[in-house]
């Protein structure tokens, strides 16, 4: 055989392996995964999600393919972004906090064949927000995971003022949230207790650093970081500012009471997105979302940086110190 022969030979060889090959990944069920933040800070969501996805047999690019979309804090692409993945039929769109209201808005007034099944992670009630019917029967082609977050405002409240002899609280709110019902609920709370509270906005890092200036001029005693998903992100940073300028404050996730925050509590936003995966995965498998209960947290952790409450001057009631799941020293 001449060379340019078997040349020509083994290119139409190769050729018609790929073909089925291509065709292969092509056929993977792919799913949509949109986020009001940046892809740099959804590690935590994203690690425990896949882990979700692989507990039920689905691993990204292998039998399925995820594709991302990040709105970097701009909550305001989140419904241009939602749209874009409909449009490409997604087996299943996935969300992130508020990117849940945008999802279902898109597809408002579509026919019942056209609808793309979404799960959901929220820290909002989801029945009081309108986005499900009701926790057991959440109809419409969506369900998922609340960790109901923002119902806990009150917790913080008494929990931060336990270590903390407060008069003035600042409230750290993003306000490009859908709702807002954890900061009214902290302000009942507050004025029932002769407590005054200021609302501080945390939209972006500049606003976040500021609010932490106005903390300091302002005399506010401390500090409750409501539940929002960008301000998840920053749980870091917001602890080391904590620390930095010595603000004794509660959040949510353990990355801002490892990161110098004096407490956080929350449900386990961790188990929360691995039950999303897990729905993802059911739905791939032929379950309707409609049919799929929303998922509750099953504990509330909360975690007190010992070593901040020294620097703050603080004493650790032994009462709160049985409570805590975690003591970081």
């Given amino acids: 055989m001449k060379r340019r022969q078997f040349i020509t030979l083994l290119g139409g060889a190769a050729a018609a392996w790929s073909i089925p090959a291509r065709a292969q990944q092509l056929a993977l069920p792919v799913i949509g995964f949109l986020s009001p933040i940046s892809a740099n800070g959804a590690s935590l969501f994203l690690d425990g999600y896949r882990q979700g996805l692989k507990e039920i047999g689905f691993i990204d690019g292998q039998n399925v393919k995820i594709e991302y979309r990040w709105a970097d804090g701009d909550y305001g692409r989140l419904p241009t972004l939602a749209a874009e993945l409909i449009k490409m039929r997604v087996a299943v769109l996935t969300t992130m906090g508020d990117a849940a209201y945008a999802a279902k808005a898109a597809q408002s007034g579509s026919l019942d064949r056209d609808v793309v099944p979404i799960v959901f992670g929220l820290g909002d009630d989801p029945v009081a927000t309108g986005l499900v019917t009701s926790l057991n029967r959440p109809g419409d082609h969506i369900t998922g995971v609340t960790s109901f977050g923002h119902a806990l405002g009150s917790k913080k409240l008494e929990l931060l003022r336990q270590l903390v002899p407060a008069t003035k609280l600042g409230l750290l709110v993003n306000p490009n949230q859908v709702g807002l019902t954890e900061v009214k609920e902290i302000e009942q709370a507050a004025r029932s207790l002769g407590l005054e509270t200021k609302i501080l906005h945390g939209r972006n890092t500049d606003e976040i650093e500021n609010a932490f200036e106005i903390i300091i001029a302002d005399r506010i005693d401390g500090l409750i970081v409501t539940v929002d998903t960008f301000l998840y992100a920053q749980s870091r940073k917001l602890g080391s500012l904590a620390a930095h300028y010595s603000v004794p404050a509660i959040a949510s996730l353990r990355a801002f009471a ?72």
Avoid: C, F
């Fill in 258 to 329: 490892a990161a110098g925050g004096l407490m956080s509590y929350n449900g386990s936003v961790r188990h929360a997105v691995v039950q999303q995966g897990i729905y993802t995965g059911r739905i791939l498998k032929g379950e309707r979302a409609a049919d799929l209960p929303v998922q509750l947290p099953t504990k509330y952790d909360l975690i007190i940086n010992l070593k901040s409450a020294r620097a703050l001057n603080l004493d650790l009631p032994p009462g709160l110190s049985a409570l805590a799941d975690e003591v970081i020293e």
